[in-house]
């Protein structure tokens, strides 16, 4: 456990060091795997699916607010929509805009979650949003999922149709515009995914808010029931073809990254909870002080002080002749050390780093020490 | 001298100016009435503009159904019934606007509340 604390905070400070540019590369990451996901699932469009665009498109998205990388992914998906068919795009067009007017515009900081959202319902891990985010949003956040979710099963369901939209004649026109609306208002799966998680959010923040030791797991594994429990009554009710498999090994892999990420943001020490009781004038209290485990990472600080001596004019009494002696190279080295605690021990965060130890060695001809300059 | 309180303070309150803060102060700049109402006025325009769209999409979806029924239907009541579901869901889209824009201004002010009482902290700790 020591060795794992120790490493995590040396990935926050690496992170803390580094974050003018790593917060960008992480970005431009996101937007590139968010195109990229765009052009694979879609791919109408062949200029689009271009690694060069994408990399500027990226590049962009890199320094601009989260919210460009939903812009430019949504743009993406419309132009390729617009290849495929002028109403499929019209209508996923109306579909975006009543998203964002309605519900993304109340929680447009929440943009990341919908990226993710979309990206991990991609991948075929999507037990892992709602657990994640109870445990690191509000319950608001449920919006982002939400409008991920549609999105990511109303771009599912064209790109399926793709084939029976593309041979639909301009005749046909309101009966495209009826394909991507059902795949919004009549999918069921989506509607009961979109429940369970929005259940499991609020089950999830509402349990790891309590004043219960241990709440951060009981509100994970309660999550993960719960969103098993909507999912299996939904596929009874609306007959969803739910795989129970891939949805248990889901919800395992949940609860591993969620412990993760437990450990990066709420790693606290239940042992050694305080539980204190005090009163002013107006109020008692009634306080439980839990600790969190944190181990400063041990850090290394060479201080080098070399210190040339001064130019001494010895005078030779005997010749009568002055001569000027060679400065000896004279090394003194400061070494501060600065080291964690070890064995395993934890302390609280507010405490004092661990030892420090100086160690001052010198190199030096004999009889030089009268020469040293004083530091 | 440094001052490790004062400097931890001071830390603690750039942080919050560069992250959370701003948008508080932001709204903290409005009273409460002035900013829910705004809010309140673009939700309507927003649940408008919504309305309309969702309108329009319905129309293009059973647009063969209402050619064939228009001269059949009662306009009157079929306009009737687009007002009424206009109204039923501006206003709730209004309510739920106005509760969570009522829960975000108390949550800043109390926010900045905090950020004030740390910065007449920081004044008495200058002035000792």
Same mark, same amino acid.
């Given at each position: 456990?020591?060795?794992?604390?120790?490493?995590?905070? #040396?990935?926050?400070?690496?992170?803390?060091?580094?974050?003018?540019?790593?917060?960008?590369?992480?970005?431009?990451?996101?937007?590139?795997?968010?195109?990229?996901?765009?052009?694979?699932?879609?791919?109408?469009?062949?200029?689009?699916?271009?690694?060069?665009?994408?990399?500027?498109?990226?590049?962009?998205?890199?320094?601009?607010?989260?919210?460009?990388?939903?812009?430019?992914?949504?743009?993406?998906?419309?132009?390729?929509?617009?290849?495929?068919?002028?109403?499929?795009?019209?209508?996923?067009?109306?579909?975006?805009?009543?998203?964002?007017?309605?519900?993304?515009?109340?929680?447009?900081?929440?943009?990341?979650?919908?990226?993710?959202?979309?990206?991990?319902?991609?991948?075929?891990?999507?037990?892992?949003?709602?657990? @994640?985010?109870?445990?690191?949003?509000?319950?608001?956040?449920?919006?982002?999922?939400?409008?991920?979710?549609?999105?990511?099963?109303?771009?599912?369901?064209?790109?399926?149709?793709?084939?029976?939209?593309? *041979?639909?004649?301009?005749?046909?026109?309101?009966?495209?515009?009826?394909?991507?609306?059902?795949?919004?208002?009549?999918?069921?799966?989506?509607?009961?995914?979109?429940? @369970?998680?929005?259940?499991?959010?609020?089950?999830?923040?509402?349990?790891?808010?309590?004043?219960?030791?241990?709440? /951060?797991?009981? @509100?994970?594994?309660?999550?993960?029931?719960?969103?098993?429990?909507?999912?299996?009554?939904?596929?009874?009710?609306?007959?969803?073809?739910?795989?129970?498999?891939?949805?248990?090994?889901?919800?395992?892999? @949940?609860?591993?990254?969620?412990?993760?990420?437990?450990?990066?943001?709420?790693?606290?020490?239940?042992?050694?909870?305080?539980?204190?009781?005090?009163?002013? &004038?107006?109020?008692?209290?009634?306080? #439980?002080?839990?600790?969190?485990?944190?181990?400063?990472?041990?850090?290394?600080?060479?201080?080098?002080?070399?210190?040339?001596?001064?130019?001494?004019?010895?005078?030779?009494?005997?010749?009568? &002749?002055?001569?000027?002696?060679?400065?000896?190279?004279?090394?003194?080295?400061?070494?501060?050390?600065?080291?964690?605690?070890?064995?395993?021990?934890?302390?609280?965060?507010?405490?004092?780093?661990?030892?420090?130890?100086?160690?001052?060695?010198?190199?030096?001809?004999?009889?030089?020490?009268? &020469?040293?300059?004083?530091? | 001298?440094?001052?490790?309180?004062?400097?931890?303070?001071?830390?603690?309150?750039?942080?919050?100016?560069?992250?959370?803060?701003?948008? *508080?102060?932001?709204?903290?700049?409005?009273?409460?009435? &002035?900013?829910?109402?705004?809010?309140?006025?673009?939700?309507?325009?927003?649940?408008?503009?919504?309305?309309?769209?969702?309108?329009?999409?319905?129309?293009?979806?059973?647009?063969?159904?209402?050619?064939?029924? $228009?001269?059949?239907?009662?306009?009157?009541?079929?306009?009737?019934?687009?007002?009424? /579901?206009?109204?039923?869901?501006?206003?709730?889209?209004?309510? $739920?606007?106005?509760?969570?824009?009522?829960?975000?201004?108390?949550?800043? #002010?109390?926010?900045?509340?905090?950020?004030?009482?740390?910065?007449?902290?920081?004044?008495?700790?200058?002035?000792?």
């Amino acid at each position: 456990m020591s060795n794992l604390l120790e490493i995590r905070e #040396k990935l926050k400070l690496l992170y803390s060091r580094n974050e003018f540019i790593l917060v960008p590369v992480l970005k431009f990451m996101l937007a590139y795997l968010t195109i990229c996901m765009v052009n694979g699932e879609l791919g109408y469009m062949g200029r689009l699916d271009n690694l060069g665009l994408v990399l500027i498109v990226s590049l962009l998205c890199s320094f601009l607010p989260n919210g460009c990388i939903i812009l430019f992914g949504a743009a993406f998906s419309l132009m390729h929509l617009y290849e495929l068919s002028l109403e499929v795009a019209v209508a996923a067009l109306a579909i975006y805009l009543i998203m964002f007017l309605l519900f993304f515009r109340m929680g447009s900081k929440d943009s990341v979650i919908l990226i993710f959202t979309v990206l991990l319902l991609a991948l075929k891990i999507p037990y892992v949003i709602p657990i @994640a985010v109870g445990l690191l949003a509000t319950p608001l956040a449920a919006v982002s999922v939400g409008c991920g979710t549609v999105v990511y099963y109303m771009l599912t369901n064209i790109s399926d149709n793709a084939t029976i939209i593309s *041979s639909m004649g301009a005749d046909e026109a309101t009966a495209k515009l009826r394909l991507v609306i059902d795949s919004v208002l009549g999918n069921r799966a989506m509607i009961v995914m979109i429940a @369970a998680f929005a259940i499991t959010i609020v089950v999830v923040y509402l349990v790891r808010r309590m004043s219960i030791d241990y709440s /951060w797991s009981i @509100a994970m594994i309660a999550g993960v029931i719960i969103d098993l429990v909507v999912l299996l009554v939904g596929d009874l009710v609306y007959d969803t073809h739910l795989s129970l498999g891939m949805a248990v090994l889901g919800s395992i892999v @949940a609860l591993v990254i969620a412990k993760i990420l437990e450990f990066f943001r709420f790693c606290v020490d239940y042992s050694r909870t305080e539980k204190v009781q005090y009163e002013d &004038d107006e109020y008692y209290y009634y306080v #439980k002080a839990v600790p969190k485990m944190s181990m400063s990472a041990a850090s290394k600080t060479v201080k080098r002080i070399n210190t040339q001596r001064r130019p001494v004019r010895a005078v030779e009494e005997e010749d009568d &002749d002055m001569t000027v002696a060679p400065p000896r190279r004279v090394n003194r080295s400061v070494v501060t050390e600065r080291t964690g605690g070890r064995n395993g021990h934890t302390r609280p965060s507010s405490g004092r780093a661990g030892g420090r130890s100086v160690t001052i060695s010198r190199e030096s001809d004999e009889g030089a020490a009268e &020469d040293y300059e004083e530091i | 001298m440094l001052n490790e309180e004062r400097v931890i303070l001071m830390t603690k309150m750039a942080s919050y100016e560069e992250g959370e803060g701003k948008k *508080s102060m932001a709204l903290g700049r409005y009273f409460r009435g &002035d900013y829910i109402s705004i809010q309140l006025l673009r939700a309507f325009f927003c649940g408008t503009i919504a309305y309309l769209l969702g309108f329009g999409l319905y129309v293009l979806y059973d647009f063969e159904t209402l050619i064939a029924d $228009i001269y059949k239907m009662d306009l009157f009541v079929f306009a009737q019934n687009i007002i009424i /579901w206009y109204a039923v869901f501006v206003v709730g889209y209004c309510v $739920i606007t106005y509760a969570i824009c009522a829960y975000r201004y108390a949550r800043a #002010k109390k926010s900045l509340k905090l950020y004030y009482h740390n910065l007449k902290k920081l004044d008495s700790l200058y002035r000792q």
